[in-house]
């Protein structure tokens, strides 16, 4: 069995594309997936599955249009993955504040140029790592005026793109590691 963690984009943010995570648990446990966890009300899910992670990716976007009669982006990785997001930390020396230092997820590595054009921008006092298929941000402000966060448009990287920040990232990567 492989671990599988996925992050649903943009549920339960205001009034919209509601899904409750039990009723998400429950979903994906008749679907025939293993082990089914979730954290938080943002769509943080970790379960086991002897299928590849973007295909768990693809049939949860289905089973869930299918369920709530709307579209969901999910970005899938393996635990060791998300492990090895964390193991790397490249801003780890600067980013103090778990909740203002992001990851943001994306479905696959965008072209070279585009994250070349990315990584050039001045963004202040932020900072912007891009790593494979993870952009790393420190933002000391926060990132609802984020001029970084908001270089990373699913139309400008061509993926999908969902954020979560240090926090949320290391507790599910607790979430998914064997109990001890």
């Not at 479905?107 to 298929?133: M, N, Q």
Request: charged share 25%; glycine share 8%.
């Amino acid at each position: 069995m492989t671990q599988v963690v996925l992050l649903l984009r943009g549920i339960n943010v205001g009034r919209a594309k509601r899904i409750g995570m039990a009723d998400l648990r429950e979903l994906l446990t008749e679907a025939g997936y293993v082990d089914v966890r979730t954290h938080l009300q943002s769509g943080n899910v970790v379960l086991d599955t002897r299928r590849a992670p973007q295909t768990v990716a693809r049939d949860v976007e289905r089973r869930l249009a299918a369920r709530y009669g709307f579209d969901v982006d999910v970005v899938a990785r393996t635990g060791a993955e998300l492990a090895d997001v964390v193991a790397a930390d490249p801003l780890g020396e600067v980013a103090t504040d778990g909740s203002k230092y992001m990851v943001a997820f994306l479905s696959a590595e965008p072209d070279a140029a585009t994250i070349a054009d990315v990584e050039a921008g001045d963004y202040g006092a932020e900072r912007l790592v891009a790593r494979g298929r993870e952009i790393y941000l420190w933002c000391p402000a926060g990132i609802i005026k984020s001029a970084a966060a908001k270089a990373l448009t699913a139309r400008r990287l061509g993926v999908t793109v969902t954020v979560r920040n240090w926090n949320t990232v290391t507790k599910v990567l607790a979430l998914a590691a064997p109990p001890d």
